[in-house]
């Protein structure tokens, strides 16, 4: 079995020395936004649960939801024996919509049926934790992402699909419109294997105002490989 990759201080040290190296455009941006800073999330069942709660919705209302259901599941908790027995009245009055409740009354079955083993996801590839996760109804691609890089730490994973990653790099890499898959994966080649820390950075440089790294040109080399990979 291959040996499963977790970020560490000496690999999150590792990556930005090549993603500096390798693309002057992702060195610029991590010049602006400084150390790379994410903490995995421990609960594993609870962040799947959240982002079902979440699709579609406001962060605000999503957070309201998910603490009138963690409420209705008092005193057991958020696990996923407990959600499975909760009536559709008490999902309801959390503010579920029933196509949200299937999804969520899935994902606890198959969880604590043991078709999904969240426990063992530590010791899985990438390939087969997005394998297991999308068997979930309403779990898709991009979810199964998420959980890799903010539950599992992975340090290869590209959101290809992630409109904030996909936005960054059309404004930073100067390109004429937003890139779809392949022209995403192209420029994001040169961050191989640290993608889920160059994807960091493109999501914290839209907290950045636009003209702090839009208005000074990045290194001519950088911007040429980007429109090239865009074509």
Not at 108 to 137: H, P, T, W, Y
Request: proline share 7%; with cysteine.
């Amino acid at each position: 079995m291959p040996k499963v990759l977790r970020l560490s201080p000496e690999m999150i040290e590792a990556a930005i020395a090549h993603l500096s190296a390798a693309d002057p455009v992702m060195r610029r941006m991590i010049e602006l936004i400084g150390p790379f800073a994410l903490k995995p999330h421990r609960s594993r069942f609870r962040v799947l649960v959240r982002a079902i709660v979440s699709q579609q919705i406001s962060t605000a209302a999503a957070r309201s939801i998910l603490a009138r259901l963690e409420t209705a599941l008092e005193p057991e908790g958020l696990t996923p024996e407990a959600l499975a027995r909760l009536s559709p009245q008490k999902m309801r009055r959390a503010g579920l919509s029933p196509q949200k409740q299937g999804y969520l009354k899935d994902l606890a079955r198959r969880v604590a049926r043991g078709e999904v083993e969240l426990q063992r996801f530590g010791r899985m590839s990438d390939e087969d934790v997005i394998a297991e996760l999308i068997q979930v109804k309403g779990i898709g691609e991009w979810t199964a992402q998420m959980f890799l890089i903010f539950t599992l730490g992975r340090p290869n994973i590209f959101p290809h699909a992630d409109l904030g990653v996909r936005t960054a790099i059309q404004r930073a890499y100067r390109l004429a419109e937003l890139p779809n898959r392949e022209q995403a994966l192209r420029i994001a080649e040169a961050w191989n294997p640290y993608a889920t820390v160059g994807s960091w950075y493109c999501w914290r440089i839209l907290a950045l105002p636009k003209e702090t790294w839009t208005d000074s040109p990045p290194e001519t080399k950088g911007v040429k490989s980007a429109q090239a990979a865009s074509r």
